[in-house]
């Protein structure tokens, strides 16, 4: 019960003024402090700013019911007590964002505790539930190998908070999460691949990561949703792999079929260079294409372009 309720149902208020000493003694009686005005005629709302641990804050003016969350190293009860997570009654830094799944923590940046430090991430808490952890980002026009990229070994400018966005960059983003800990200091249940525009998801592909390698995930028979209505586990691919057909430079593909440059067909692919077919002969940096519809596309004719193809993880 929240402790003004209290407080007045102790009081007996139902309307008219409140002399001092009934306060005093339904203070007595509830435990419940509260800040009174000047002329201690009605009680306002409890002090957190007092600099006194009072009534359910769990550090000194903060926690609770009523006051904000408490800094890192305050005591607490739960996550709601904490800037961050309440972890064996003291407030830290979650160590992914699906942590801080709970009302009123918005999508952004922020700080995971990963291997005993401090590393600045950023978490969709609104797509499917939230509580998604940004891990991969390629930028279309901006030159590199996106299967390489993945594969690095070594994070990429994951300390950057300018590229700790779902929004295009002027780099690439790999964090250390993909490079060290994938399901070893880190846990992932699922993997989304999203297509971005404007930093909005536009096309996504939703996979059951447990238990996987870094690229074994990837794969049909881990699919578990996506923005196609004839994509399923058991759909008929010709390439469905993060490496792709390394020899025309496609990678991150799901193909459904080749019969030549008119006829060529799929839902994603990121290609990075100059090849024999019109759609990409002009290739001289990352340029990730989807199909527009809920359904194949083919390839030369109407693929659509992202801004940015995100891993996010959870």
């Known amino acids: 019960m929240p402790r003004l309720v209290a407080l007045l149902l102790a009081l007996g208020c139902s309307g008219?003024?409140?002399?001092?000493?009934?306060?005093?003694?339904?203070?007595?009686?509830?435990?419940?402090?509260?800040?009174?005005?000047?002329?201690?005629?009605?009680?306002?709302?409890?002090?957190?700013?007092?600099?006194?641990?009072?009534?359910?804050?769990?550090?000194?003016?903060?926690?609770?019911?009523?006051?904000?969350?408490c800094k890192l190293g305050s005591d607490c009860i739960r996550n709601e007590d904490c800037a961050g997570v309440c972890r064996d009654t003291v407030c830290a830094l979650p160590r992914a964002c699906s942590e801080l799944r709970r009302p009123g923590i918005k999508s952004g940046v922020h700080d995971l505790e990963i291997e005993g430090s401090k590393v600045p991430f950023y978490c969709d808490m609104v797509t499917d539930e939230g509580g998604y952890t940004m891990v991969f980002k390629i930028t279309s026009g901006v030159a590199g190998q996106p299967?390489?990229?993945?594969?690095?070994?070594?994070?990429?400018?994951?300390?950057?908070?300018?590229?700790?966005?779902p929004s295009k960059s002027t780099k690439h983003y790999l964090s250390r999460v993909v490079t060290k800990l994938w399901n070893l200091g880190f846990k992932i249940d699922d993997v989304r691949v999203s297509a971005m525009i404007g930093g909005k998801e536009v096309?996504?592909?939703?996979?059951?990561?447990?238990?996987?390698?870094?690229?074994?995930?990837?794969?049909?028979?881990r699919l578990?949703?996506?923005?196609?209505?004839?994509?399923?586990?058991?759909?008929?691919?010709?390439?469905?792999?993060?490496?792709?057909?390394?020899?025309s430079h496609r990678e991150w593909f799901i193909n459904k079929a080749y019969g030549g440059c008119t006829v060529d067909s799929g839902?994603?692919?990121?290609?990075?260079?100059?090849?024999?077919?019109?759609?990409?002969?002009e290739n001289t940096a990352v340029r990730v294409l989807f199909a527009p519809g809920d359904e194949v596309t083919t390839w030369n004719t109407a693929p659509s372009r992202a801004d940015a193809l995100v891993v996010f993880v959870r």
């Open 16 to 69: 008219g003024e409140v002399a001092p000493a009934d306060i005093d003694a339904a203070v007595v009686e509830t435990g419940i402090v509260l800040d009174v005005s000047t002329d201690g005629q009605y009680p306002i709302f409890e002090s957190c700013a007092d600099g006194v641990r009072n009534g359910s804050e769990t550090d000194i003016d903060c926690g609770g019911a009523e006051c904000g969350p």
């Open 147 to 165: 299967a390489s990229l993945w594969t690095a070994g070594a994070p990429l400018n994951d300390t950057d908070k300018t590229l700790l966005t």
């Open 203 to 221: 096309k996504f592909f939703k996979f059951d990561a447990r238990g996987s390698s870094v690229v074994n995930w990837f794969v049909p028979a």
């Open 224 to 247: 578990t949703a996506s923005s196609y209505g004839d994509l399923a586990p058991t759909t008929k691919t010709n390439f469905f792999a993060i490496a792709g057909d390394p020899a």
């Open 267 to 281: 839902w994603l692919v990121a290609d990075w260079a100059p090849d024999p077919c019109a759609w990409e002969s």
